[in-house]
């Protein structure tokens, strides 16, 4: 595969405003408030224990909100997605090394429940893009579980012969279709599951009464299918409509299209390869790239500080930026664009939170 292709006119100019070190520690995600337009501007990481949120300023700084530290000294947060209870309010999911999920309500800064279920580290979390109240988990205990974060009920756990046989590192819901998710994981697969059979027990998980423990929990034991695009370990999975983008630990984001395969979910399915996004230097685990909120565009780092911004739905791929400074050496483990992509952070294996402007 050769050099990412440039094109002049697709060409996008961004601007370094300013690098702010959080402290003497990894950080491995980073996430814009998507959820409440009052918030599209605000954005928190996580790293060591702690939870920290910040506002993006008009101005080219970082005002520090708020901050969490877990009280385990020794729990090492790995992602976080933001969420909302039934009113609206925000709320922020962190997990990582513990494998047990902090639900902390940012109008108050305190932590508001724990959910506990998962028997390894968790490595991604994300939110319902309708239903907010609702939350994904991948672990490295091989499951996918479903919760409620209103209710703290653990409703679906997606596992079992034909799941995941390692851990499992990534995640997504499917923008449209809200029955429908993606995981992938260090078994080199991905999978999609549907819920739509169990999904009169979502609507229960809202409505229960009785202690989270004695909710009906269930299994989803069998994927719609399962697919092998990468030769290694694949970190990271976000649908795109109903194509899938994966990034595995090869130096490159595949953009392909599953085909479900109804008599026999337990075989590999035939995928269609539509496009490939090189990134150099990207061959180790754990890092994730994002989009802005309509998926025009996304941001990827690497191992060397870089950050490569491409145009995601342009045929063949366009890449209209590739980002570097010399205070950036670096791995960038996850990036977050905002809401219209003119600003684009980064999170640093070095405890540094870089931002940059169009």
Same mark, same amino acid.
């Given at each position: 595969m050769g050099p990412p292709r440039r094109n002049s006119s697709h060409q996008q100019e961004y601007k370094l405003r300013m690098k702010h070190t959080e402290?003497?520690?990894?950080?491995?995600?980073?996430?814009?408030?998507?959820?409440?337009? $009052?918030?599209?501007?605000?954005?928190?990481?996580? &790293?060591?224990? $702690?939870?920290?949120?910040?506002?993006?300023?008009?101005? &080219?700084?970082?005002?520090? %909100?708020?901050?969490?530290?877990? /009280?385990?000294?020794?729990?090492?947060?790995?992602?976080?997605? *933001?969420?909302?209870?039934?009113? &609206?309010?925000? #709320?922020?999911?962190?997990?990582?090394?513990?494998?047990?999920?902090?639900?902390?309500?940012?109008?108050?800064?305190? %932590?508001?429940?724990? #959910?506990?279920?998962? &028997?390894? =580290?968790?490595? /991604?979390?994300?939110?319902?893009?309708?239903?907010?109240?609702?939350?994904?988990?991948?672990?490295k205990d091989e499951s996918v579980r479903l919760w409620n974060v209103h209710t703290g009920i653990c409703i679906l756990i997606f596992a079992g012969l034909?799941?995941?046989?390692?851990?499992?590192?990534?995640?997504?819901?499917?923008?449209?279709?809200?029955?429908?998710?993606?995981?992938?994981?260090?078994?080199?697969?991905?999978?999609? !599951?549907?819920? +739509?059979?169990? !999904?009169?027990?979502? /609507? +229960?998980?809202?409505? *229960?009464?009785?202690?989270? @423990?004695?909710?009906?929990?269930?299994?989803?034991?069998?994927?719609?299918?399962?697919?092998?695009?990468?030769?290694?370990?694949?970190?990271?999975? $976000? *649908?795109?409509?109903?194509?899938? #983008?994966?990034?595995?630990?090869?130096?490159?984001?595949?953009? *392909?299209?599953?085909?479900?395969?109804?008599?026999?979910?337990?075989?590999?399915?035939?995928?269609?390869?539509?496009? +490939?996004?090189?990134?150099?230097? @990207?061959?180790?685990?754990?890092? +994730?790239?994002?989009?802005?909120?309509?998926? @025009?565009?996304?941001?990827?780092?690497?191992?060397?500080?870089?950050?490569?911004? !491409?145009?995601?739905?342009? =045929?063949?791929?366009?890449?209209?930026a590739e980002l570097s400074n010399r205070q950036c050496k670096e791995i960038i483990r996850h990036t977050a664009m905002s809401f219209d992509g003119s600003?684009? %952070?980064?999170?640093?294996?070095?405890?540094?939170?870089? $931002?940059?402007?169009?």
């Amino acid at each position: 595969m050769g050099p990412p292709r440039r094109n002049s006119s697709h060409q996008q100019e961004y601007k370094l405003r300013m690098k702010h070190t959080e402290g003497n520690y990894p950080l491995y995600a980073i996430s814009f408030n998507f959820i409440d337009s $009052r918030y599209y501007n605000v954005f928190a990481t996580v &790293g060591t224990n $702690r939870v920290t949120i910040y506002r993006g300023l008009p101005d &080219g700084n970082l005002a520090l %909100l708020q901050a969490y530290n877990d /009280e385990d000294k020794d729990e090492e947060f790995f992602t976080l997605s *933001w969420a909302a209870d039934l009113v &609206g309010s925000p #709320l922020l999911v962190a997990a990582g090394n513990n494998g047990i999920i902090q639900v902390i309500n940012c109008g108050t800064g305190k %932590l508001l429940k724990t #959910l506990v279920g998962h &028997g390894g =580290s968790i490595y /991604e979390i994300r939110t319902h893009p309708r239903n907010p109240s609702l939350i994904i988990s991948a672990s490295k205990d091989e499951s996918v579980r479903l919760w409620n974060v209103h209710t703290g009920i653990c409703i679906l756990i997606f596992a079992g012969l034909a799941g995941h046989q390692n851990a499992v590192l990534s995640v997504d819901f499917h923008p449209y279709d809200m029955h429908h998710i993606a995981s992938c994981g260090m078994d080199n697969t991905i999978k999609i !599951w549907s819920m +739509k059979e169990f !999904w009169p027990y979502v /609507e +229960k998980s809202f409505t *229960w009464a009785d202690l989270p @423990s004695k909710f009906p929990t269930k299994y989803v034991q069998l994927p719609l299918m399962s697919a092998v695009v990468h030769s290694h370990f694949v970190d990271c999975t $976000r *649908w795109l409509g109903d194509f899938i #983008l994966s990034k595995g630990v090869d130096n490159e984001i595949v953009l *392909w299209q599953p085909k479900i395969n109804g008599e026999n979910p337990i075989e590999l399915s035939i995928i269609n390869v539509l496009q +490939k996004y090189p990134v150099p230097n @990207s061959d180790i685990l754990f890092v +994730k790239f994002s989009c802005d909120f309509h998926f @025009s565009h996304l941001a990827i780092g690497n191992r060397e500080g870089k950050i490569y911004v !491409w145009e995601v739905q342009a =045929s063949p791929p366009v890449l209209v930026a590739e980002l570097s400074n010399r205070q950036c050496k670096e791995i960038i483990r996850h990036t977050a664009m905002s809401f219209d992509g003119s600003m684009i %952070l980064a999170c640093s294996q070095d405890g540094s939170i870089y $931002r940059w402007d169009k």
